[in-house]
Structures are given as structure tokens and as C-alpha cells.
């Protein structure tokens, strides 16, 4: 059971811009704990693609970036392009569980 | 350059236990603590818990508590995650992840496995 609330779906013709938002709580995003993004491309593992909330690592275009804002943060893919069609997901830390680590649900990104 | 590489898939029944690893490569295994995370199929990912590589110490998730053991072998840099008591909704592709750690509370997955199937089934 995820705690982050991402849109199960977003969608977007080459080159234009989207958002997807990952929604959570005062327990995690809003206690001012970092947001991370992985893409999870057909059949692949996740890849980190934003950490920090607004960082990329080595290698990730900079069509990627990131923020965060409240109890919400949101990636931001502009100039979209075919190879972006993947799920995106959310990843923080919550104070209120054992475990901690909590995953956002997933978002599919279409490139129509 | 780093690599985790994960053992085959595995076929079980239920209440049978699968035990999954996951062999290190390219950097000091007892620098990082190791996660698993699991997904089921088309579903969402699930973080599983971690294993603290250099002491052995691990944190469960509450879901699993009791039904989960991760341990590892620092003399061939390999982590292990056993499941016991499977059931049906236990059939999920399960990945090994390497914890990228600022602070007791800021953590990310800066590199994966390539997921190991686990299919339970009667």
C-alpha cells in the first residue's frame, strides 16, 4: 500500500512538456524529507533518474528536473520524446512507518 | 563498474520459501547497505527492507516482518533475501537495490538488479 499518490497515467506528443505530481503527507514529503524519481522502462529494473529532489545523476538529460513544494513534488520531463514512454515513480522516506522507504504508485507516460 | 547480479527464477507452491541473491561487483559490498523492493505483476514497486552489509543488521518492512530474512556472505559480496510462507500473492519479480545514503532519512536506489521472477503457484 503506497503512501505517495502519483496520476496513474499522463500523456504528451513529442517535444511538448508534462508533469507528474507524487502527492503524500505530513509523515513524509511535507516533513521536508527528500523526494526521489526512478524510470522504469518495458521489462527493465528502475533507474534513478532524479535525487535530492532536483538533482540528476551522471548521464540523465536534462530534459528531466525535478521539484518539490508542500506535501508534493513533481518531475517534469520537457521536450518529450518516444524513449520516454516508461513508468515513473516516487520514492521518499516516512517517519510513521517501520519500514520507512515508501514508493509513489507509478505513473505510465504515453508518448502519443 | 558497479553490478548486481541476481540468481534465475524460481518456481515454488505455496508455503514453500524461495531464497533470492544478489552478487556485488565493482565497489566495497560493506560500504552500502543493500535493499530489496518487489513488484508484482503490473503493479507498482514495494520496498522490503535492508541489510546493513558490514554488521548484518537488518529493518524489515512491517508487511513482511516474520516472513523475511536477509542476510549476506561479505566473502563473496553476495546478499540474500528469503521469503517463507509463500502465497499466491507472493508472485512478483524481486530486485535487489544499493542504498545511496546522505542521512539516516535521505536514501535513494542508485543502482538495481536485473530482478529475479518468483512465481508461486499450486
Known amino acids: 500500500q503506497s503512501v505517495l499518490t502519483q496520476p496513474p497515467s499522463v500523456s504528451g506528443a513529442p517535444g511538448q512538456r508534462v508533469t507528474i505530481s507524487c502527492t503524500g503527507s505530513?509523515?513524509?514529503?511535507?516533513?521536508?524529507?527528500?523526494v526521489h524519481w526512478y524510470q522504469q522502462l518495458p521489462g527493465t529494473a528502475p533507474k534513478l533518474l532524479i535525487y535530492?529532489?532536483?538533482n540528476r545523476p551522471s548521464g540523465v538529460p536534462d530534459r528531466f528536473s525535478g521539484s518539490k513544494s508542500g506535501t508534493s513534488a513533481s518531475l517534469a520531463i520537457t521536450g518529450l520524446q518516444a524513449e520516454d514512454e516508461a513508468d515513473y515513480y516516487c520514492?521518499?522516506?516516512?517517519?510513521?512507518?517501520?519500514?520507512?522507504?515508501?514508493f509513489g504508485t507509478g505513473t505510465k507516460v504515453t508518448v502519443l | 563498474q558497479v553490478q548486481l547480479v541476481q540468481s534465475g527464477a524460481e518456481v515454488k507452491k505455496p508455503g514453500a520459501s524461495v531464497k533470492v541473491s544478489c552478487k556485488a561487483s565493482?565497489?566495497?559490498?560493506?560500504?552500502?547497505?543493500m535493499h530489496w523492493v518487489r513488484q508484482a505483476p503490473g503493479q507498482g514497486l514495494e520496498w522490503m527492507g535492508r541489510?546493513?552489509?558490514?554488521?548484518?543488521?537488518?529493518n524489515y518492512a512491517q508487511k513482511f516482518q516474520g516472513r523475511v530474512t536477509m542476510t549476506r556472505d561479505t566473502s563473496i559480496s553476495t546478499a540474500y533475501m528469503e521469503l517463507s510462507r509463500l502465497r499466491s500473492d507472493d508472485t512478483a519479480v524481486y530486485y535487489c537495490?544499493?542504498?545511496?545514503?546522505?542521512?539516516?532519512?535521505?536514501?535513494?536506489?542508485?543502482?538495481w538488479g536485473q530482478g529475479t521472477l518468483v512465481t508461486v503457484s499450486s
Open positions: 537495490a544499493r542504498d545511496r545514503r546522505i542521512t539516516v532519512t535521505t536514501y535513494y536506489f542508485d543502482y
Open positions: 520514492q521518499s522516506y516516512d517517519s510513521s512507518l517501520s519500514g520507512s522507504c515508501v
Open positions: 535530492g529532489n532536483s
Open positions: 505530513s509523515s513524509n514529503i511535507g516533513a521536508g524529507y527528500d
Open positions: 541489510i546493513n552489509p558490514n554488521s548484518g543488521g537488518t
Open positions: 565493482g565497489y566495497t559490498f560493506t560500504g552500502y547497505y
